[in-house]
Structures are given as structure tokens and as C-alpha cells.
């Protein structure tokens, strides 16, 4: 079995919340929400994840912080084990040191629990989240679900910005990032769910493809 050039999806876990906590007009009964992350082996920019899913870091290690606690405890997280980054890639004969690069869309737990996991990597995120992060005191941080501890220690020298890459316009989107310089991935903004959030463009055999997540939860 062998990873493709366009991303697949994996779930590695859920959050159970009530519905109207997510749907304008939802009702009160929970619903399970997926967190998923995408893996994919690019050509130049090789083994390449999309976000990281929850992981051990943020749900069960007893050694998470306080508020790391409580917000899993709130949101109800539970892992899926065979989703887990490890776990995934080995069924592709691959391992976490083999991963290339992570994209970040945002950076919410949910989003970048595994980064200390991929010693190998560099990290394309929005300078905009991480400025935002930066600035707003740490207990700020972990009432949006944000939490500097979950960053390795050398992340900023690991780091790219999006805004560095290329502009360019792609089936009449604008303003998009070129994030390996050949078109095969785009970063499409999406400011709002967090001030630098984006999701991705790209082509597949069944056609062009815009991935949001989290602008839409159900």
C-alpha cells in the first residue's frame, strides 16, 4: 500500500458537544464531530501531514497541563488508537521520522496536538495565528483552545510562514498561497475560525477540491 500525491483524511478521534453549540438553530442533544488530519507523499516536499489530530498529548497523558485537562474534559475528546499518526503510518511502512513537513491550517489542539512527535519536520502555518498567540496572555490562549506547550522548543526555527509563499489564482480564487511552489497545494484564507486560519486547495482524478475544515462542523 502506497500513500497518493493528494491527501487522505484519517480520523484520530471526536469531540462530543451539544448541537447548538455548532448549528445556528441546533438542538441540544451532542453530537460527534471527527477530528480529522490528511497525509499525503508530495514529490519535492515529501511526506506531508495536514494538521495532526488529536494525539495522547492533549486528551490522556497525565503529565498535560490543567488546562489542557479541562478543555478535552469539555469538549468530551476520545481518541480512535488506529487513527493515531503512528499507528497510520505504519501501515504504509513509513514512520513519524519519515514525515517532511506538517501543514498547519490553525493551531487549536485539535490541530497541532502531535507536533513534538515529528522531530524531522518543518511546519507551514499563518505568521497571523502565531502572532495572535504571541500577544494574548497564555490563560487567553487556553480559553480559545490554544496552548504553547504543545509547540516543540525550536518550532519557530522550524517554522514557515504562508505568507512567504507565492501568491497566485487558481478556478477563480485569489490571493492563494503556492506552499510547495508547483500548484499543487494551495492555502485558500479563511480568517475568522481563528484570525490566520485557511484551508486548501488542489486537484484530484475526480476533480478540484477546497478543504475547509472547521468552517463547517456538521
Same mark, same amino acid.
Given at each position: 500500500?502506497?500513500?497518493? /500525491?493528494?491527501?487522505?483524511?484519517?480520523?484520530?478521534?471526536?469531540?462530543?458537544?451539544?448541537?447548538?453549540?455548532?448549528?445556528?438553530?441546533?438542538?441540544?442533544?451532542?453530537?460527534?464531530?471527527?477530528?480529522?488530519?490528511?497525509?499525503?507523499?508530495?514529490?519535492?516536499? !515529501?511526506?506531508?501531514? *495536514?494538521?495532526?489530530?488529536?494525539?495522547?498529548?492533549?486528551?490522556?497523558? #497525565?503529565? $498535560?497541563?490543567?488546562?489542557?485537562? *479541562?478543555?478535552?474534559?469539555?469538549?468530551?475528546?476520545?481518541?480512535? #488508537?488506529?487513527?493515531?499518526?503512528?499507528?497510520?503510518? %505504519?501501515?504504509?511502512? &513509513?514512520?513519524?521520522?519519515?514525515?517532511?513537513?506538517?501543514?498547519?491550517?490553525?493551531?487549536?489542539?485539535? @490541530?497541532?496536538?502531535?507536533? $513534538?512527535?515529528?522531530?524531522?519536520?518543518?511546519? *507551514?502555518?499563518?505568521?497571523?495565528?502565531?502572532?495572535?498567540?504571541? $500577544?494574548?496572555?497564555?490563560? &487567553?490562549?487556553?480559553?480559545? !483552545?490554544?496552548?504553547?506547550?504543545?509547540?516543540?522548543?525550536?518550532?519557530?526555527?522550524?517554522?514557515?510562514? *504562508?505568507? %512567504?509563499?507565492?501568491?497566485?489564482? $487558481?478556478?477563480?480564487?485569489?490571493?492563494?498561497?503556492?506552499?510547495?511552489?508547483?500548484?499543487?497545494?494551495?492555502?485558500?484564507?479563511?480568517?475568522?475560525?481563528?484570525?490566520?486560519?485557511?484551508?486548501?486547495?488542489? @486537484?484530484? %482524478?475526480?476533480?478540484?477540491?477546497?478543504?475547509?475544515?472547521?468552517? /463547517?462542523?456538521?
Amino acid at each position: 500500500m502506497r500513500l497518493d /500525491q493528494t491527501p487522505r483524511f484519517v480520523t484520530s478521534g471526536w469531540v462530543e458537544v451539544p448541537e447548538a453549540a455548532v448549528l445556528r438553530g441546533g438542538s441540544w442533544r451532542t453530537r460527534r464531530l471527527p477530528v480529522r488530519y490528511g497525509l499525503l507523499d508530495h514529490p519535492v516536499a !515529501g511526506l506531508t501531514l *495536514i494538521d495532526t489530530g488529536y494525539t495522547p498529548h492533549t486528551v490522556t497523558d #497525565p503529565g $498535560r497541563s490543567l488546562s489542557m485537562k *479541562i478543555n478535552s474534559a469539555l469538549l468530551r475528546a476520545k481518541l480512535s #488508537p488506529e487513527g493515531q499518526p503512528e499507528a497510520v503510518l %505504519a501501515r504504509f511502512g &513509513r514512520g513519524l521520522s519519515d514525515v517532511a513537513c506538517v501543514i498547519l491550517t490553525h493551531f487549536h489542539a485539535d @490541530h497541532v496536538s502531535g507536533l $513534538r512527535l515529528f522531530e524531522n519536520a518543518r511546519f *507551514i502555518g499563518a505568521r497571523a495565528d502565531l502572532e495572535v498567540m504571541g $500577544r494574548r496572555a497564555r490563560w &487567553r490562549n487556553a480559553a480559545q !483552545g490554544m496552548f504553547d506547550a504543545l509547540l516543540p522548543t525550536d518550532f519557530h526555527e522550524r517554522f514557515e510562514p *504562508i505568507e %512567504a509563499c507565492a501568491q497566485v489564482d $487558481r478556478a477563480r480564487l485569489s490571493g492563494l498561497r503556492d506552499l510547495f511552489g508547483d500548484g499543487s497545494l494551495c492555502a485558500v484564507p479563511l480568517p475568522g475560525h481563528t484570525q490566520g486560519h485557511f484551508g486548501l486547495f488542489y @486537484h484530484t %482524478a475526480g476533480g478540484p477540491v477546497l478543504y475547509g475544515c472547521d468552517a /463547517q462542523y456538521v
